[in-house]
């Protein structure tokens, strides 16, 4: 049992025009095995607290804390985070030209459990998966993202997370630019790794409709940097009906 | 040999100059004396390391002496028949296609007696690729060269030229790609650090005929290896890619040429380079040109640079020409910058330390060229040589923000 905790957390950038604060306090608990979305407007927020997460340099923080287990997670480098367990499904994932899917998926596997996996059962594990996720065994010889379609990139991205077994997992917009088909492989897989592991999950979304698929024990409505509201799954649905307006006219 | 060309009215006479616009219309000469020692701000010169260069630069018999500056290790050749019989100034092919465009290259024409002559036979396969094994051996020491690589009609094969040990070395490499053939040629610089190359490399692609033609440069203090190409049959096709890997005080330069002349024409230029060290240098001034007559053209060029650290420059000159308005499609671009901070992240965020992850950004970039190789034994050495790079510059700090 892993908690993630984020207290009164306080991010800016820095834009042309100076620093620029996104995230005005934030406080969020994530155990084991639980599902949090994280829902909200655009330029709200969310992404911003999914790299700050991660650890991405652009964001500053400003104040508050974030730790695993006790352990200061804002100390940590980029690696040392994800070696840590934490892993962020990402919106935009990059292209590495010339580095090869199984090449990186085993140099990652490496990193994270300290040594190189056992070559036979490795190659079972990466085909076994996927195939879970209907992606041809050709996929692991193109380079990283290159050339990938939107659906593509988001089935690598939840391919690393079923390999990397992290303890808690961000995942960013993993439903937009999917069709039908995809947001519901996608879930099965998000779905599958938590049964399997216990995962903890940070859905960050913009819409509900892959609340259909992975179920929220948490919905926390983002508005202006800052959590305007929380419930369990009906608060969910009850955005689906009115959208965000309510929380932009109250201007919280 | 007497010059077969006229030389340009502007050479020959002191006080006029005359800016030249067209990459096709630089002045030609097999007369050193017709170039007159460059004094650095010739548009061919401007970036390079004349310095170092200048023993390239004297007209004077290099082949005296009983041991030669650069053995030829041409067994393989041989064994596959591919060897004609040495050719002098006179003898066909020699000078079918080559002229001379700036001195060093007119006196490697004067002072190579008898040129290499390399000949794929028409209509035969060569199913494996063949290297020829140049050493110099010493940093001392001069030689001149030129080599005549013919490939008949029909014919299919790989040749590699190798370069290693130590030389001054002026080198004209004549390559004729005849109707439907299909060459590939690499030349790999895997010099020592002291030695100086100066290549100029013309090749001509017949009817129907494909050259891909590869620069593999990281070792040599100065290399500048300059090649051009010219679609000048029916459909020719050409690809023309380098790599190279420049350290502290090494200048690598390549001035690429390629010419569409010919209609529905296809052309492809990608040079990548890495960089890293105090005073690493890379030039790269690629010019495309698709002629008045070169319709249905598909042409693209491209050099990308990343710069590993802080001192280390790359000037990048794209030119693209167009002579007629019927194109299939025509595009060049440069990109010369640092590491990839969303590359870094991504790879860390997979639990990747950073200086691994750098690793695999540089190495992935790089072999993008590598693959296009396809010699085993080239492609291993190559793969080799860029982790003993890497491991060199692993000391050094990542270049910074500003740096690129």
Redesign the interface.
């Known amino acids: 049992m892993s908690v993630l905790d984020i207290k009164d957390l306080r991010v800016s950038i820095e834009t042309e025009q100076g620093s620029k604060e996104i995230l005005r306090g934030v406080d969020l608990t994530i155990n084991s095995d639980e599902i949090h979305a994280i829902m909200g407007p655009n330029g709200s927020g969310k992404s911003t607290l999914a790299y700050t997460l991660?650890?991405?340099?652009r964001y500053t923080v400003d104040g508050g804390s974030i730790t695993l287990d006790g352990e200061d997670v804002l100390e940590m480098?980029?690696?040392e985070?994800?070696?840590a367990g934490l892993?962020?499904a990402?919106q935009y994932?990059?292209?590495?030209?010339?580095?090869t899917v199984s090449?990186?998926l085993r140099?990652?596997k490496t990193?994270?459990s300290g040594e190189a996996p056992r070559v036979r059962e490795w190659i079972g594990d990466v085909r076994g998966a996927m195939e879970k996720l209907r992606m041809d065994p050709s996929f692991g010889e193109r380079?990283v993202n290159e050339g990938f379609s939107g659906g593509e990139k988001k089935r690598h991205e939840i391919l690393?997370m079923e390999l990397?077994r992290p303890r808690f997992a961000v995942l960013d917009e993993t439903d937009s630019g999917l069709d039908v088909d995809a947001l519901r492989i996608v879930s099965e897989g998000v779905n599958r790794i938590k049964g399997e592991t216990g995962l903890g999950v940070l859905l960050i979304t913009h819409y509900t409709r892959i609340l259909r698929y992975i179920q929220p024990d948490h919905v926390h409505v983002f508005v202006n940097g800052r959590i305007a509201e929380q419930g369990g799954r009906e608060l969910a649905d009850r955005l689906e009906e009115e959208g965000y307006d309510r929380y932009l006219k109250a201007g919280v | 040999m007497t010059a077969t060309e006229t030389t340009p009215a502007h050479l020959a006479t002191e006080d006029r100059f005359v800016p030249i616009q067209t990459r096709s219309e630089r002045p030609t000469s097999f007369d050193p004396a017709d170039f007159g020692t460059p004094t650095g701000r010739e548009v061919n010169w401007r970036l390079s390391d004349l310095k170092r260069l200048a023993p390239l630069l004297v007209d004077e018999e290099t082949e005296t002496g009983a041991e030669p500056a650069i053995e030829y290790g041409l067994a393989e050749l041989e064994a596959a028949g591919l060897l004609v019989e040495s050719t002098g100034h006179d003898a066909a092919p020699r000078g079918e296609v080559f002229r001379p465009e700036d001195v060093v290259s007119a006196i490697a024409w004067k002072r190579c007696e008898n040129a290499l002559h390399i000949r794929l036979p028409e209509g035969q396969v060569q199913e494996q690729p063949v290297i020829a094994r140049l050493h110099g051996t010493g940093a001392e020491r001069r030689a001149n060269a030129h080599i005549v690589v013919e490939a008949m009609p029909g014919s299919v094969g790989t040749i590699v030229l190798h370069h290693s040990g130590s030389a001054r070395y002026a080198q004209n490499l004549e390559i004729i790609v005849r109707e439907g053939a299909r060459l590939t040629l690499v030349s790999v610089q895997d010099w020592q650090d002291d030695a100086v190359h100066a290549s100029a490399h013309q090749a001509v692609v017949g009817d129907g005929a494909y050259l891909k033609h590869m620069v593999v440069s990281f070792g040599g203090g100065v290399v500048r290896v300059n090649p051009s190409m010219r679609l000048a049959g029916h459909r020719a096709e050409g690809e023309m890619f380098g790599l190279s890997f420049s350290d502290s005080g090494q200048h690598i330069e390549s001035q690429v040429f390629m010419f569409h002349e010919g209609v529905e024409t296809r052309g492809d230029v990608l040079y990548k380079g890495a960089l890293q060290g105090e005073g690493a240098r890379s030039v790269w001034i690629g010019d495309v040109l698709i002629g008045q007559d070169a319709t249905g053209t598909d042409s693209y060029e491209k050099n990308q640079n990343l710069v590993l650290t802080d001192g280390a420059r790359a000037d990048s000159i794209p030119n693209l020409e167009i002579k007629t308005g019927d194109i299939a499609g025509a595009g060049h671009a440069s990109a010369t910058g640092r590491f990839d901070d969303e590359q870094l992240f991504y790879l860390q965020s997979r639990g990747i330390e950073e200086e691994e992850a750098r690793r695999l950004v540089v190495i992935g970039f790089l072999m993008e060229i590598v693959q296009k190789i396809g010699v085993p034994e080239i492609e291993e050495r190559l793969a080799e040589a860029i982790e003993e790079e890497l491991r060199r510059g692993a000391g050094l700090a990542p270049a910074s923000k500003a740096g690129a």
């Open positions: 991660a650890g991405h340099p480098s980029v690696d985070r994800a070696r892993f962020l990402m994932p990059v292209e590495i030209p010339g580095v090449n990186f140099t990652a990193a994270i380079n690393q990397l």
